[in-house]
Protein backbone atom coordinates (compact mmCIF):
# COMPACT_ATOMS: atom_id res chain seq x y z
CA UNK A 1 0.00 0.00 0.00
CA UNK A 2 0.77 3.14 -1.00
CA UNK A 3 -0.78 6.58 0.72
CA UNK A 4 0.38 9.97 -0.83
CA UNK A 5 -0.42 13.29 0.69
CA UNK A 6 -0.55 15.82 -2.16
CA UNK A 7 -0.68 19.40 -1.99
CA UNK A 8 -2.56 19.25 1.28
CA UNK A 9 -3.74 22.61 2.51
CA UNK A 10 -5.41 24.08 5.33
CA UNK A 11 -6.11 27.46 7.51
CA UNK A 12 -7.73 28.54 10.39
CA UNK A 13 -9.74 31.31 11.22
CA UNK A 14 -7.84 32.79 7.73
CA UNK A 15 -4.08 31.64 9.14
CA UNK A 16 -2.46 29.74 6.49
CA UNK A 17 -1.41 26.42 8.31
CA UNK A 18 -0.44 23.47 6.08
CA UNK A 19 1.12 25.07 2.84
CA UNK A 20 0.95 22.06 0.20
CA UNK A 21 1.70 18.97 2.43
CA UNK A 22 3.14 16.34 0.30
CA UNK A 23 4.60 13.12 1.37
CA UNK A 24 3.93 9.66 0.82
CA UNK A 25 4.11 6.56 3.34
CA UNK A 26 4.16 3.00 2.20
CA UNK A 27 3.34 -0.06 4.23
CA UNK A 28 6.33 -2.22 5.36
CA UNK A 29 8.17 0.59 6.63
CA UNK A 30 7.71 3.26 8.86
CA UNK A 31 7.64 7.45 8.20
CA UNK A 32 8.53 9.50 10.61
CA UNK A 33 6.92 12.80 10.85
CA UNK A 34 9.07 15.16 12.07
CA UNK A 35 9.29 18.84 13.22
CA UNK A 36 8.81 21.68 15.57
CA UNK A 37 6.73 22.30 18.07
CA UNK A 38 3.28 24.12 16.00
CA UNK A 39 5.04 23.37 12.72
CA UNK A 40 2.07 21.48 11.88
CA UNK A 41 2.50 17.74 12.41
CA UNK A 42 -1.06 17.23 14.44
CA UNK A 43 -2.76 19.35 11.96
CA UNK A 44 -1.66 17.26 8.99
CA UNK A 45 -2.53 13.68 10.66
CA UNK A 46 -6.30 15.35 11.66
CA UNK A 47 -6.40 16.22 7.97
CA UNK A 48 -5.62 12.64 7.22
CA UNK A 49 -8.24 11.45 10.22
CA UNK A 50 -10.95 13.36 8.42
CA UNK A 51 -11.02 15.30 12.13
CA UNK A 52 -11.07 18.15 9.57
CA UNK A 53 -11.20 18.57 5.52
CA UNK A 54 -8.30 20.38 4.12
CA UNK A 55 -8.93 23.41 2.04
CA UNK A 56 -7.41 21.49 -0.81
CA UNK A 57 -5.56 18.81 -1.61
CA UNK A 58 -6.09 15.22 -1.61
CA UNK A 59 -5.05 11.87 -0.35
CA UNK A 60 -4.42 9.10 -2.56
CA UNK A 61 -4.11 5.62 -1.94
CA UNK A 62 -2.45 2.98 -4.36
CA UNK A 63 -3.35 5.46 -6.91
CA UNK A 64 -7.02 5.78 -6.04
CA UNK A 65 -8.97 8.53 -3.76
CA UNK A 66 -8.36 7.17 -0.41
CA UNK A 67 -11.50 6.41 1.40
CA UNK A 68 -10.88 6.68 5.05
CA UNK A 69 -14.02 4.34 6.01
CA UNK A 70 -12.87 1.58 3.48
CA UNK A 71 -9.62 1.19 5.98
CA UNK A 72 -9.22 0.43 9.33
CA UNK A 73 -6.79 3.44 10.92
CA UNK A 74 -5.08 2.72 14.13
CA UNK A 75 -4.40 6.27 15.60
CA UNK A 76 -2.60 7.10 19.26
CA UNK A 77 -3.55 10.70 19.58
CA UNK A 78 -1.23 12.94 21.53
CA UNK A 79 -3.86 14.22 23.81
CA UNK A 80 -5.37 10.73 25.19
CA UNK A 81 -9.25 9.98 25.71
CA UNK A 82 -10.61 7.04 27.41
CA UNK A 83 -12.79 6.39 30.22
CA UNK A 84 -11.50 6.32 33.76
CA UNK A 85 -14.54 5.01 35.17
CA UNK A 86 -14.37 2.05 33.27
CA UNK A 87 -12.92 -1.36 33.51
CA UNK A 88 -10.75 -2.04 30.96
CA UNK A 89 -11.24 -4.46 29.31
CA UNK A 90 -14.78 -3.38 28.51
CA UNK A 91 -14.21 -0.37 27.15
CA UNK A 92 -11.50 -2.11 24.80
CA UNK A 93 -14.63 -4.39 23.77
CA UNK A 94 -16.61 -0.94 23.52
CA UNK A 95 -13.89 0.11 21.00
CA UNK A 96 -13.48 -2.68 19.27
CA UNK A 97 -16.96 -3.12 18.47
CA UNK A 98 -17.04 0.99 17.18
CA UNK A 99 -14.25 0.04 14.99
CA UNK A 100 -17.02 -2.73 13.81
CA UNK A 101 -15.47 -5.83 15.43
CA UNK A 102 -18.25 -8.25 16.42
CA UNK A 103 -18.68 -8.46 20.26
CA UNK A 104 -17.28 -12.04 20.76
CA UNK A 105 -13.66 -10.82 18.17
CA UNK A 106 -13.57 -7.03 20.68
CA UNK A 107 -13.50 -8.95 23.38
CA UNK A 108 -11.02 -12.02 21.89
CA UNK A 109 -8.53 -9.27 21.06
CA UNK A 110 -9.10 -6.96 24.07
CA UNK A 111 -8.15 -9.93 26.19
CA UNK A 112 -5.25 -11.02 23.63
CA UNK A 113 -3.80 -7.34 23.82
CA UNK A 114 -4.17 -6.77 28.06
CA UNK A 115 -2.27 -9.80 28.30
CA UNK A 116 0.80 -8.99 25.26
CA UNK A 117 1.31 -5.84 27.65
CA UNK A 118 1.76 -7.78 30.83
CA UNK A 119 -1.84 -6.51 32.28
CA UNK A 120 -3.92 -9.56 32.90
CA UNK A 121 -4.67 -8.52 36.17
CA UNK A 122 -5.38 -5.51 35.92
CA UNK A 123 -8.49 -6.31 32.96
CA UNK A 124 -11.52 -6.15 34.83
CA UNK A 125 -10.25 -2.88 36.93
CA UNK A 126 -11.50 0.57 36.00
CA UNK A 127 -9.12 2.81 33.74
CA UNK A 128 -8.30 5.26 36.82
CA UNK A 129 -6.65 2.95 38.76
CA UNK A 130 -3.44 2.55 36.46
CA UNK A 131 -0.45 4.14 36.80
CA UNK A 132 0.25 6.89 33.84
CA UNK A 133 2.10 4.02 32.12
CA UNK A 134 -0.19 1.65 32.21
CA UNK A 135 -2.72 3.66 31.18
CA UNK A 136 -0.88 5.08 28.33
CA UNK A 137 -0.36 0.76 27.28
CA UNK A 138 -4.30 0.76 27.31
CA UNK A 139 -4.22 3.92 24.96
CA UNK A 140 -1.72 1.99 23.04
CA UNK A 141 -4.04 -1.58 22.71
CA UNK A 142 -7.53 0.44 21.40
CA UNK A 143 -5.41 1.62 18.38
CA UNK A 144 -4.41 -1.43 17.50
CA UNK A 145 -7.31 -4.17 18.25
CA UNK A 146 -9.10 -4.33 15.57
CA UNK A 147 -5.44 -5.44 13.05
CA UNK A 148 -5.58 -1.89 11.14
CA UNK A 149 -4.27 -1.14 8.14
CA UNK A 150 -2.82 2.06 8.73
CA UNK A 151 -1.65 2.84 12.39
CA UNK A 152 -0.96 6.47 13.27
CA UNK A 153 0.90 7.17 16.89
CA UNK A 154 1.56 10.52 17.99
CA UNK A 155 4.60 10.76 20.88
CA UNK A 156 3.78 6.84 21.55
CA UNK A 157 6.55 6.82 23.91
CA UNK A 158 5.57 9.12 26.27
CA UNK A 159 5.19 8.10 30.10
CA UNK A 160 6.79 4.64 29.40
CA UNK A 161 9.40 3.02 31.17
CA UNK A 162 12.25 1.66 29.39
CA UNK A 163 10.89 -2.14 30.11
CA UNK A 164 7.38 -1.16 28.27
CA UNK A 165 9.18 1.09 26.00
CA UNK A 166 10.96 -2.06 24.68
CA UNK A 167 7.59 -3.94 24.66
CA UNK A 168 6.10 -1.48 23.07
CA UNK A 169 9.04 -1.08 20.47
CA UNK A 170 8.41 -5.49 19.90
CA UNK A 171 4.81 -4.19 18.70
CA UNK A 172 5.90 -1.47 16.69
CA UNK A 173 8.77 -3.57 14.87
CA UNK A 174 5.70 -6.51 14.64
CA UNK A 175 3.45 -3.90 12.74
CA UNK A 176 6.14 -3.11 10.45
CA UNK A 177 6.82 -6.96 9.39
CA UNK A 178 3.36 -7.15 9.18
CA UNK A 179 3.06 -5.09 6.34
CA UNK A 180 1.04 -2.26 8.17
CA UNK A 181 1.49 1.33 7.30
CA UNK A 182 3.16 3.29 10.14
CA UNK A 183 2.77 7.16 10.27
CA UNK A 184 5.42 8.07 13.60
CA UNK A 185 5.45 11.19 15.39
CA UNK A 186 7.78 12.19 17.94
CA UNK A 187 9.96 14.87 19.28
CA UNK A 188 12.31 11.11 20.83
CA UNK A 189 15.08 11.01 17.89
CA UNK A 190 16.21 8.03 19.33
CA UNK A 191 13.21 6.38 18.70
CA UNK A 192 12.83 7.43 15.53
CA UNK A 193 15.40 6.75 14.22
CA UNK A 194 15.04 3.02 15.18
CA UNK A 195 12.32 1.98 13.65
CA UNK A 196 11.87 4.68 10.72
CA UNK A 197 13.24 4.08 7.27
CA UNK A 198 11.26 7.10 5.70
CA UNK A 199 11.12 10.38 7.35
CA UNK A 200 9.36 13.55 6.46
CA UNK A 201 10.35 16.96 7.84
CA UNK A 202 7.81 19.60 7.93
CA UNK A 203 8.49 23.29 9.05
CA UNK A 204 6.03 26.33 9.28
CA UNK A 205 3.59 24.35 7.44
CA UNK A 206 5.99 23.09 4.88
CA UNK A 207 7.32 20.12 4.16
CA UNK A 208 11.06 20.81 3.82
CA UNK A 209 12.77 17.31 3.20
CA UNK A 210 11.18 13.74 2.67
CA UNK A 211 12.42 10.32 1.85
CA UNK A 212 14.54 7.18 2.89
CA UNK A 213 16.44 8.10 6.19
CA UNK A 214 19.78 6.57 4.60
CA UNK A 215 19.88 7.84 2.25
CA UNK A 216 19.28 11.24 3.85
CA UNK A 217 22.38 10.42 6.05
CA UNK A 218 24.88 9.70 3.19
CA UNK A 219 24.26 12.68 1.30
CA UNK A 220 24.20 14.73 4.60
CA UNK A 221 27.71 12.71 5.29
CA UNK A 222 28.87 12.98 1.74
CA UNK A 223 32.88 14.38 1.88
CA UNK A 224 32.73 14.71 5.80
CA UNK A 225 34.91 13.04 8.00
CA UNK A 226 34.73 12.42 11.84
CA UNK A 227 38.30 13.26 13.37
CA UNK A 228 39.62 13.12 16.76
CA UNK A 229 43.54 13.11 17.32
CA UNK A 230 45.03 12.18 20.58
CA UNK A 231 45.98 14.67 22.98
CA UNK A 232 44.59 17.43 20.77
CA UNK A 233 41.89 19.47 21.75
CA UNK A 234 39.82 21.96 18.70
CA UNK A 235 41.74 24.87 18.88
CA UNK A 236 45.23 22.77 18.46
CA UNK A 237 43.42 21.06 15.90
CA UNK A 238 42.46 24.31 14.04
CA UNK A 239 45.72 25.55 13.96
CA UNK A 240 47.74 22.44 13.19
CA UNK A 241 45.14 22.44 9.92
CA UNK A 242 44.62 25.65 9.26
CA UNK A 243 47.35 25.76 6.06
CA UNK A 244 44.93 23.06 4.35
CA UNK A 245 42.80 24.96 2.18
CA UNK A 246 41.18 21.71 1.04
CA UNK A 247 38.99 21.42 4.25
CA UNK A 248 36.61 23.36 6.23
CA UNK A 249 36.59 22.10 10.47
CA UNK A 250 33.38 21.96 12.51
CA UNK A 251 32.98 20.32 15.68
CA UNK A 252 29.89 18.42 17.29
CA UNK A 253 30.13 17.01 21.10
CA UNK A 254 32.02 14.03 20.02
CA UNK A 255 34.95 15.35 17.70
CA UNK A 256 36.23 17.41 14.94
CA UNK A 257 34.12 16.92 11.75
CA UNK A 258 35.99 17.56 8.79
CA UNK A 259 34.37 18.38 5.27
CA UNK A 260 36.99 17.69 2.27
CA UNK A 261 36.43 20.12 -0.47
CA UNK A 262 36.93 20.02 -4.27
CA UNK A 263 38.77 16.81 -5.15
CA UNK A 264 40.28 16.37 -2.05
CA UNK A 265 40.55 12.75 -1.40
CA UNK A 266 40.09 10.95 2.40
CA UNK A 267 43.28 9.29 1.95
CA UNK A 268 44.72 13.05 1.08
CA UNK A 269 43.79 14.42 4.45
CA UNK A 270 44.81 10.57 6.33
CA UNK A 271 48.36 11.01 4.57
CA UNK A 272 48.71 14.72 5.56
CA UNK A 273 48.06 13.93 9.28
CA UNK A 274 50.23 10.90 9.23
CA UNK A 275 52.86 13.19 8.43
CA UNK A 276 52.40 15.66 10.84
CA UNK A 277 53.47 12.25 12.91
CA UNK A 278 49.60 12.63 15.06
CA UNK A 279 48.30 9.87 16.92
CA UNK A 280 45.15 9.44 15.52
CA UNK A 281 41.95 8.45 17.96
CA UNK A 282 38.89 8.32 15.05
CA UNK A 283 39.38 8.86 11.58
CA UNK A 284 35.39 7.60 10.43
CA UNK A 285 32.98 8.70 7.74
CA UNK A 286 30.68 11.14 9.19
CA UNK A 287 27.29 10.12 9.13
CA UNK A 288 25.13 12.54 10.72
CA UNK A 289 22.07 11.22 13.80
CA UNK A 290 18.58 12.30 13.04
CA UNK A 291 19.39 15.38 15.75
CA UNK A 292 22.31 16.85 13.68
CA UNK A 293 19.71 16.71 10.75
CA UNK A 294 16.89 18.27 12.14
CA UNK A 295 18.93 21.22 13.39
CA UNK A 296 20.68 21.27 10.30
CA UNK A 297 17.36 21.12 8.30
CA UNK A 298 15.55 23.36 11.11
CA UNK A 299 18.68 26.29 10.58
CA UNK A 300 18.87 26.07 6.70
CA UNK A 301 14.85 26.82 5.85
CA UNK A 302 13.43 30.07 7.31
CA UNK A 303 10.22 31.08 6.56
CA UNK A 304 9.92 33.49 9.29
CA UNK A 305 9.38 36.56 6.59
CA UNK A 306 6.62 34.45 4.66
CA UNK A 307 3.40 34.64 7.74
CA UNK A 308 5.08 31.37 9.02
CA UNK A 309 2.87 30.07 11.92
CA UNK A 310 5.38 29.66 14.62
N1 LIG B 1 -8.16 23.91 15.75
C1 LIG B 1 -7.26 24.87 15.58
N2 LIG B 1 -7.62 26.17 15.49
C2 LIG B 1 -6.71 27.14 15.29
N3 LIG B 1 -5.39 26.94 15.15
C3 LIG B 1 -4.95 25.67 15.23
C4 LIG B 1 -5.85 24.57 15.45
N4 LIG B 1 -5.13 23.44 15.46
C5 LIG B 1 -3.83 23.79 15.28
N5 LIG B 1 -3.73 25.13 15.14
C6 LIG B 1 -2.47 25.88 14.88
O1 LIG B 1 -1.79 25.20 13.84
C7 LIG B 1 -0.39 25.25 14.06
C8 LIG B 1 0.17 23.85 13.98
O2 LIG B 1 -0.26 23.11 15.12
P1 LIG B 1 -0.07 21.54 15.26
O3 LIG B 1 -0.80 21.13 16.50
O4 LIG B 1 -0.43 20.89 14.00
O5 LIG B 1 1.51 21.43 15.49
P2 LIG B 1 2.41 20.18 15.89
O6 LIG B 1 3.50 20.13 14.88
O7 LIG B 1 1.56 18.97 16.05
O8 LIG B 1 3.01 20.65 17.29
P3 LIG B 1 3.50 19.83 18.61
O9 LIG B 1 4.79 19.18 18.26
O10 LIG B 1 3.67 20.91 19.60
O11 LIG B 1 2.41 18.86 18.96
C9 LIG B 1 -0.18 25.95 15.40
O12 LIG B 1 0.13 27.31 15.15
C10 LIG B 1 -1.53 25.82 16.08
O13 LIG B 1 -1.76 26.90 16.95
Redesign the pocket.
Known sequence: MKLELVNINKS??G?H??HDVNFSIESGRAMGFL????????????TLMDV?KPDFGEFIIDGKKFIRENYKIGYLP?ERGLYGKIKIIDQLAYLGELKRMSSKEAKKSAEYWVDYMGLSEYGNKNLETLSKGNQQKIQIIQAVIDDPDIVIL??PFSGLDPVNSQIFKDLIKELIAKNKLVIF?S?QMGYVEEFCDDITF?KN?RIIETGDLNVLKNKLGENKIRLNIKNLGPDQLERSLNENKNINISYDDKSAIIELIGNYKPMELLQDILNKDYEIDLYTKYTPSLEDIFIKLDKEYNFDNEGG??
Open positions: FSKILGRNGSGKTTTIRFEDESHIGNN
